[in-house]
């Protein structure tokens, strides 16, 4: 489970896929969880530099698309650039949410992946605002 104060994720037990649970005390803070999160089943991000930085612009006010946008984009940067991403930050500009993610390329010799994700799958998808902040629900297509 993560360990930054206000937020946390924790591991969905599911039957093909494989799920994961985001709790923060802010819609940003949820979206950068999310990313940590999903970049922590991809592979073991201790030892990964901040060499390369990405700006992604969220393009609704919907939280669940942006969200679902923010992970899709960072996962395809991940697959068609070969960049891992290890730190994120997510705020709020002129009425839209701009995500940073920060990464360098794979390198085979010092970066391990762990599990090769497809895809964010629609099933069960879910962002909620409770009482406490934000809850996301996640499945991944492995």
Do not use: C
């Amino acid at each position: 489970m993560s360990q930054n104060p206000g937020s946390s994720f924790s591991l969905i037990d599911h039957t093909a896929d494989l799920g994961f649970e985001v709790l923060a005390d802010s819609l940003p803070k949820l979206m950068e969880e999310a990313a940590k999160a999903l970049f922590s089943i991809i592979a073991d991000l201790d030892n990964v530099k901040e060499d390369k930085h990405l700006r992604i612009e969220m393009p609704t006010d919907s939280p669940e698309e942006n969200l679902r946008y923010w992970l899709e984009e960072l996962l395809f940067r991940f697959n068609s650039a070969d960049t891992l991403f290890s730190k994120f930050t997510v705020s709020e500009e002129d009425n839209h949410f701009v995500g940073t993610a920060g990464g360098e390329l794979f390198d085979p010799k010092r970066h391990t992946i762990h599990t090769e994700i497809k895809g964010i799958t629609y099933h069960q998808f879910e962002v909620s605002e409770t009482d406490d902040g934000w809850r996301a629900t996640i499945i991944l297509d492995v």
